[in-house]
Structure formats: structure tokens, C-alpha cells
């Protein structure tokens, strides 16, 4: 049984903070957010404390591990500050927005002895792991093309996209992850087309784009295809596909049931997929703590480790550079600066 202090309490938190309270393996102990109202209120709804500051957390003798669901700009000084006080961390994606932030962090938590584990929850999908397991054994043959279909419900607030760092950093950089974790080789070229299409004036007033499709090539040839879209009318759309010689697997959408109406109007009518991601990944977000609890009790090696999220938000500096340049950017120019 480990201890958990969860670290912003805003829409991701409050889910995190329920998660590790009706974990088996885990304690909520505390909670803390800026916003004093917020840790209140998530402390009234779990049973834990509300920290009055982070150095109560980080003093706090009873917290093993953080869990940071606080702002991104947040994340990187939180997993140098949870190391340095010998607490294991479990952070939300992105690590930073700056690379070079990211590897001044790399560098300060060097040889400290300490789980960091990135929240890509959907690598722990029950249907996206299975996806990669099947093909990892071989079950398609050689792999050659992934397509990773990757579409939110709505848009977010003007705020959050203002502060999110652009949607290849914020949104892109989960499917960045599973294209790593699906290809099961390095991406070396990106190849990004990206447009606000759904709001124009996300272009002209915050420099951002809503819609974007990324292809990414491994060294051996294999292909990676990404669909974003910030605005789905029919809903959360997540699918995963990967061929190979000898096959096909999918990881499709997923609906709260699977009632199907037949009429004059239409056959086979589904109802709606799950809303979004608190929804659709609730079983991945406790596969992720599940993950995280091992890790920190030492029964298995950390799942989704501080390179990974290191590499994913290198894949969207390369998309980004591919998109102010119109042409497919290879991975060694970015270390050519
Ligand atoms: N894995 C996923 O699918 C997923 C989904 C949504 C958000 N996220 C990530 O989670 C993070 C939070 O996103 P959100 O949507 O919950 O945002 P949010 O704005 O709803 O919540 C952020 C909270 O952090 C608090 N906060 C800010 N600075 C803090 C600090 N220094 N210490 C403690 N608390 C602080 C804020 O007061 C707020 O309550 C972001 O990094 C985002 O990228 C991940």
C-alpha cells in the first residue's frame, strides 16, 4: 500500500484524486491546489487532507508519491521538487512545452533513485494494449502502416487552449506516445499538415490550429499516421489500426452499452460513443495507477518512464518545424539546432 498526495485539483485531479482513493493498492493522504477552494473541496469528496502549501506535502511524512495533475507550465519544477524530496511521481502529459526545459529537469532529477512515471493512460486501454500486445507477438507478421484516429468531442475554453502550448503539444502529444508504443521503433521523420478549420479565429488570435494530420516514418519504413481533429461532432473518436503481412488489428471506439436500434430511419443504430476521456479512459487511468503502484512498490520496472515524454514532445517539436517549413523535418536536424 502506497501513499498518494495529488498536486492540482482542477478536471484531471479531481478524477486522479477519486481514482487513488478506491484504489486497493494505494492511500489518498493529501491533496493540494492553489486554489484553496479546490483542495477543499476534492479533500470533502475523498476523505484526505487539504495541504495548506507543497512543502507540507513534500515534508509530509506519510506522502510516498505525487501524483501532478496541476497546470503544464507546473509539472517539470514539481517532478524536480517530488525527486529531491525522495517522493516517487506520476505526472500528467506534457512534461514541459520547451525542450530544453525538459532536459534542464532530466538533468536535475539525474541519479535520484525515484519512480517518475508520464500519464500517457492510454497506452494502458484495455483495447489498445491489447492492439500492441497481438502485434508485438507477431500476429500480423511484419508491421507496416499504424493509424492512430484521434478526435476530441468539442473545443476547450479559449483559456485552457491559451495556455495548453499549441495541439501538437497539448492534444497530438498522447497519440506522439502510441505511435512510439504501437510502431515499437524510433520515428526518425514528420512529415505535419495542421489548420484551424473549425475556428478560424484560433489561427488569428492564439496562433493555433484545431485540425491536423502528422505522418511519421521509423528507419525501417514503417508508417505512422495521426488524425487530429478538436471537434468530432459524434463524439470522442479514438481508434488505433495496425497492419502488417499477415493482418489487421483495431482498437475501436467504445459506447457506454451496445443497444442498436433498427427503424424506418436507419439500421443498427448505436447509441452515443463515451463523452471524453474521463469517460472513455476511466479503466486506462486506473490500469496507469495500477502501473505506478507496482512500480513504486518495486514489483515491475516504470511502465511509461520521463523519456517517453521526452521523445513524444520531440516528435511535436519536429511536427511543428515540419509545419512552418511545409516539408517532412528528419529528427537529426533538431539536434542540429
Ligand atoms: N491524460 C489526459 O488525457 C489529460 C487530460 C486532461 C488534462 N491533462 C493534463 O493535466 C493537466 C491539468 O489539466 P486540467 O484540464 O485538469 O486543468 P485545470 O485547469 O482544470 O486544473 C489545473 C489545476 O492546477 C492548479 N494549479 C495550478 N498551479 C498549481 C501549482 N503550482 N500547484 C498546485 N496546483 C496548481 C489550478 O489551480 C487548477 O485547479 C495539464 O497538464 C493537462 O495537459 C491530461
Request: negative net charge; aromatic residues 6%; proline residues 3%.
Amino acid at each position: 500500500m502506497i501513499s498518494i498526495a495529488v498536486i492540482g485539483c482542477g478536471r484531471i485531479g479531481r478524477m486522479h484524486a477519486a481514482n487513488v482513493a478506491r484504489h486497493p493498492g494505494a492511500r489518498l493522504t493529501a491533496v493540494y491546489d492553489v486554489v484553496e477552494a479546490s483542495s477543499k473541496s476534492v479533500a470533502e469528496e475523498t476523505g484526505a487532507r487539504a495541504a495548506a502549501s507543497l512543502e507540507e506535502v513534500l515534508d509530509a511524512g506519510d506522502v510516498d508519491a505525487l501524483l501532478v495533475a496541476s497546470l503544464t507550465e507546473t509539472h517539470a519544477d514539481l517532478i524536480e521538487r517530488g525527486a529531491k524530496a525522495g517522493k516517487a511521481v506520476l505526472c500528467e502529459k506534457p512534461i514541459d512545452l520547451d525542450i530544453k526545459r525538459v532536459d534542464r529537469c532530466a538533468e536535475a532529477i539525474q541519479g535520484l533513485d525515484v519512480p517518475i512515471q508520464i500519464g500517457f493512460n492510454r497506452r494502458f486501454d484495455p483495447g489498445h494494449s491489447a492492439v500492441r500486445a497481438a502485434a508485438a507477438a507477431g500476429e500480423i507478421g511484419d508491421l507496416h502502416q499504424v493509424i492512430i484516429t484521434s478526435r476530441d468531442p468539442g473545443m476547450p475554453s479559449r483559456d485552457y487552449i491559451a495556455h495548453a502550448g499549441g495541439l501538437l503539444r497539448d492534444m497530438t502529444i498522447h497519440d506522439f506516445d502510441m505511435a512510439r508504443f504501437m510502431l515499437m521503433e524510433e520515428p526518425v521523420e514528420v512529415f505535419a499538415v495542421a489548420e484551424a478549420l473549425i475556428d478560424p479565429e484560433l489561427g488569428r488570435e492564439l496562433d493555433d490550429v484545431d485540425t491536423a494530420m502528422i505522418v511519421l516514418r521509423t528507419e525501417s519504413g514503417k508508417m505512422c499516421c495521426i488524425n487530429n481533429s478538436r471537434t468530432s461532432v459524434y463524439g470522442y473518436d479514438q481508434r488505433v489500426e495496425l497492419m502488417g503481412t499477415h493482418g489487421m488489428l483495431i482498437s475501436d471506439n467504445r459506447r457506454p452499452h451496445e443497444l442498436r436500434r433498427s427503424s424506418g430511419e436507419g439500421a443498427d443504430v448505436g447509441v452515443p460513443y463515451l463523452n471524453f476521456f474521463v469517460e472513455r479512459y476511466a479503466e486506462a487511468f486506473m490500469n496507469e495507477l495500477s502501473a505506478f503502484v507496482d512500480a513504486v512498490e518495486g514489483r515491475a520496472p516504470v511502465a511509461v518512464g520521463f523519456e517517453d515524454g521526452r521523445k513524444a514532445l520531440i516528435l511535436a517539436e519536429a511536427a511543428y518545424r515540419s509545419l512552418a517549413s511545409g516539408r517532412a523535418v528528419n529528427l537529426s536536424e533538431l539536434a542540429e539546432g
